[in-house]
């Protein structure tokens, strides 16, 4: 098994993926805020699969949060995370400070265009230039050749294929991971209280709902839509937004065809979760 190096600075993590490289070795990156589970360990045997030296980096961005208060209480364990890291054969772990991350002075923002004006984008303003910025600054200092995402976040997925572009790094989503009871495994999940925990799940059911509905030939937009929020109001859940889109561009669809998402989020005791399911699978 790989010994695991830990890195706090961008001199340490730098020197050595670019030691990495001069030996020839192709570097896979797991971008992720820590609170590692079961869904993270996927991502990570997935980037083991695709190249022969695997970083993590752990990093709670503060420039993605709108809200002071779920900083704040964004779940930090990183002890545990290296103990997992390790236990995978991760090569590499980054846990940088702030001001590693964003040096004084630095004022760099990437603007990921329209797309992140939308759902995600609308409820929570600057937080998709905040993944986009950060996401690119991780890999101005790990010089990933592979980046490996969860499709649980399928807008954010999109955007970094987008800002990643130019850039001859493959970006490769991985099936969002479940729950027994369907719930998407999240680092935010051990925020619900066992009440709201057990009503969470009317968001992957009102998902599945809205998708069955279209396969027995329900098209109407605002008849699919009803159904599913209705589904996660009753639970409780009070809904940011809950719609069929275009998987590329994330606007909503006129005439939902197979291949679209169908794409929500919605509170749960106070903990706000997203979800999205594949139009016909």
């Not at 360990?41 to 695709?50: N, P, Q, S």
């Not at 090569?91 to 992140?116: K, L, M, R």
């Not at 998709?128 to 990933?144: D, Q, Y």
């Amino acid at each position: 098994m790989a010994e695991l190096t830990v890195c706090s600075t961008t001199e340490e993590m730098t020197t050595l993926s670019r030691s990495w490289i001069a030996e020839g070795h192709t570097i896979a990156v797991v971008p992720t805020m820590g609170a590692l589970h079961r869904g993270h360990v996927v991502l990570i045997r997935e980037a083991l699969r695709r190249a022969n030296r695997v970083v993590v980096t752990v990093f709670v961005n503060p420039t993605q949060f709108d809200r002071a208060t779920d900083l704040d209480a964004y779940p930090r364990d990183l002890a545990a995370d290296l103990t997992t890291c390790e236990a995978e054969g991760v090569h590499a772990v980054f846990a940088p400070s702030v001001a590693e991350v964003y040096p004084q002075g630095a004022t760099t923002s990437v603007d990921p265009g329209p797309i992140a004006d939308r759902l995600e984008g609308e409820h929570r303003p600057g937080h998709f230039s905040g993944v986009a910025t950060v996401v690119l600054r991780l890999f101005e200092i790990v010089s990933p050749h592979v980046a490996v995402f969860g499709e649980k976040d399928a807008q954010q997925l999109a955007i970094v294929r987008s800002v990643c572009e130019p850039r001859e790094i493959d970006i490769v989503g991985v099936p969002t991971v479940r729950e027994s009871d369907g719930l998407a495994l999240s680092s935010r999940n051990v925020q619900l209280d066992p009440v709201a925990r057990q009503a969470a799940t009317a968001l992957p059911r009102a998902l599945e709902s809205v998708n069955d509905a279209w396969i027995a030939g329900l098209a109407g937009i605002d008849e699919l839509r009803a159904r599913g929020i209705g589904i996660i109001e009753e639970a409780g859940g009070e809904v940011d937004y809950l719609d069929l889109v275009d998987p590329a561009t994330f606007l909503p669809c006129s005439s939902p065809e197979r291949g679209d998402l169908i794409v929500a989020a919605a509170w749960f005791g106070g903990v706000r979760i997203i979800d999205n399911l594949q139009l016909g699978s």
